[in-house]
């Protein structure tokens, strides 16, 4: 009787993560609503950030390029050769940014140091570059009068909120991450870097302000096999968010502000744009809502902000678990965590939950344990309890235990993969993507992140959602090929700084 109350508590818990093929339909009705809002005005729930990138490579790109990733505890600076067959070769070296520069009082002192370690990195592995350079500038060769073959052309991954203007033009509109610096904030951070990278005469041009989210859809079209070119890069990581191809004429928000919004390349009648869906349905209109998503978001730095991103994406889903446990460890009336069953016979068998398990802490567990539990095929559920007693303080638990531990994570696991569905259906239908292509032709989309790289069949539990959804159905969904693209800071930014490159 004790098992089949904790079983159907348990069953109770994991009912209220379902999200039926109506509620998939629903949502994605919504999210289209949402996406052409955000094409049409600022301050829309969706921003649809306008990223002035207007083509996807097709793998055949060829030349050697630089990029740099400044997004939080690291710098990475890296150089790409692209082959012109859709593979790379590349360099790269990281080194933690120091914390007081970080909050340091000119924006001088952090952009001085990104300088000096691109300097460095030429030094180290591009020193012909860097020496040729050296000897013309000395020798005041034209150095800068036309486009000279000797400079490098740079995508500099930023991963701060910015209002971009142009290609390689952006002004930072606040520092998150730890960051606080208070003259960059209005500061277009292109010319920042330029600035001190002039200084320090180095042969380098920032070419492109890149955002890691078009960085993936790049690197994915450049990688994917054949040439038709990527739909859709999103990201399924830490957060969550997508870009995509959209044909320019349904920007219409960027003829509005065609005075601030500078040049805009039409050549190509296209547009990535940025969705930042993480804010997706920020109102509440659709999107699922059970008192665990309900507290999180309460206790959270931001409540009622990304509640698309807090039931789809890594840094939430081991929080939203968490709650689900405790509410039911709290419960009189269920036994999770509190086997005393005398048939185990076996003082050692009592299960005890430690009164400072991380638990019972606000983030105290990792999505990852998502993966380890919703993935254990072991009998008796074996790593799911080695786990649940190494790592979060719950001494031998049951069998019973680890199974409704595993229900419930299973449940918001793949209301995640369902809901991450939602957005790729409304990106595919509202471009139309499966009635433009060959019949038969293929839609690529390029994931990057671990939850959709880890966590067992999300890839499937997409794709089962997708099949509901009636304008893309069976037929459709097998026509939507899904990739891991990998590197969209390094080689995705190399390939939007090639892309600027060729507008110039
Ligand atoms: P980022 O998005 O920051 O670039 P990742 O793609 O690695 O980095 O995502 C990190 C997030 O993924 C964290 O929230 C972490 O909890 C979660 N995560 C890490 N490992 C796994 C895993 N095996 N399964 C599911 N989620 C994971």
């Given amino acids: 009787p004790r098992s089949m109350a904790l079983a159907s508590a348990a069953e109770r818990v994991a009912a209220e993560f379902e999200y039926s093929k109506e509620d998939v339909n629903r949502g994605v009705q919504a999210f289209i609503q949402q996406m052409d809002e955000g094409l049409g005005k600022k301050g829309a729930t969706m921003s649809q950030i306008p990223t002035y990138v207007t083509a996807v490579p097709n793998g055949t790109e060829k030349g050697l390029y630089m990029a740099v990733d400044l997004g939080g505890t690291n710098f990475r600076v890296c150089s790409i050769q692209l082959h012109g067959n859709s593979t790379f070769s590349l360099t790269q070296s990281k080194v933690?940014?120091?914390?007081?520069?970080?909050?340091?009082?000119?924006?001088?002192?952090?952009?001085?140091f990104l300088a000096k370690q691109i300097e460095l990195f030429l030094k180290v592995h591009h020193e012909d570059h860097y020496q040729s350079h050296a000897e013309r500038r000395a020798s005041y060769i034209g150095f800068g009068a036309a486009r000279d073959e000797q400079v490098f052309s740079l995508g500099f991954t930023f991963s701060f909120p910015v209002q971009q203007y142009g290609i390689n033009k952006?002004?930072?509109?606040r520092w998150t991450k730890g960051f606080d610096i208070g003259d960059t904030i209005g500061k277009d951070v292109c010319a920042l870097l330029q600035k001190e990278i002039d200084a320090l005469g180095l042969p380098v041009r920032v070419a492109a302000l890149v955002n890691d989210t078009v960085g993936t859809l790049m690197a994915r079209s450049y990688t994917s096999p054949g040439k038709e070119g990527t739909l859709l890069g999103a990201i399924f990581g830490t957060g969550t968010n997508g870009a995509y191809v959209e044909k320019l004429d349904k920007i219409t928000k960027l003829k509005a502000q065609a005075s601030e919004a500078g040049d805009i390349d039409d050549s190509t009648g296209q547009m990535i744009v940025n969705t930042e869906w993480g804010s997706f349905d920020n109102h509440m209109s659709v999107l699922p809502d059970t008192s665990y998503d309900q507290g999180l978001d309460r206790d959270s730095v931001n409540p009622g902000i990304q509640m698309f991103e807090k039931r789809v994406s890594g840094m939430f889903l081991g929080e939203i678990?968490?709650?689900?446990?405790?509410?039911l460890v709290n419960d009189p009336t269920v036994p999770l965590f509190s086997d005393d069953d005398s048939s185990r016979n076996d003082i050692a068998s009592t299960t005890t939950i430690a009164p400072d398990s991380s638990l019972y802490k606000q983030w105290g567990l990792d999505t990852s344990f998502l993966s380890i539990t919703s993935g254990d095929t072991a009998s008796g559920l074996k790593t799911t309890r080695q786990t649940l007693d190494h790592d979060y303080g719950v001494s031998a638990p049951s069998a019973e235990d680890a199974?409704?531990?595993r229900l419930i994570a299973a449940a918001i696991g793949k209301r995640a993969a369902r809901l991450s569905a939602v957005a790729i259906a409304a990106v595919v239908i509202t471009t139309n993507s499966l009635e433009t292509s060959a019949p038969d032709g293929i839609v690529d989309v390029g994931v990057d992140g671990s939850l959709v790289e880890f966590y067992p069949n999300f890839e499937e539990y997409i794709r089962e959602a997708l099949r509901e959804v009636p304008q893309i159905g069976p037929q459709g969904e097998k026509r939507i090929r899904i990739g891991i693209a990998?590197?969209?800071s390094g080689v995705g930014a190399a390939l939007i700084a090639l892309v600027a490159d060729r507008k110039m």
Avoid: C, N, W, Y
Wanted: glycine fraction near 6%.
């Fill in 170 to 173: 952006g002004t930072l509109i």
């Fill in 486 to 488: 990998k590197d969209g």
């Fill in 403 to 405: 199974e409704a531990v």
């Fill in 96 to 112: 933690a940014i120091p914390k007081e520069l970080m909050v340091a009082k000119t924006s001088h002192e952090l952009f001085s």
């Fill in 321 to 327: 678990l968490r709650r689900a446990l405790i509410d």
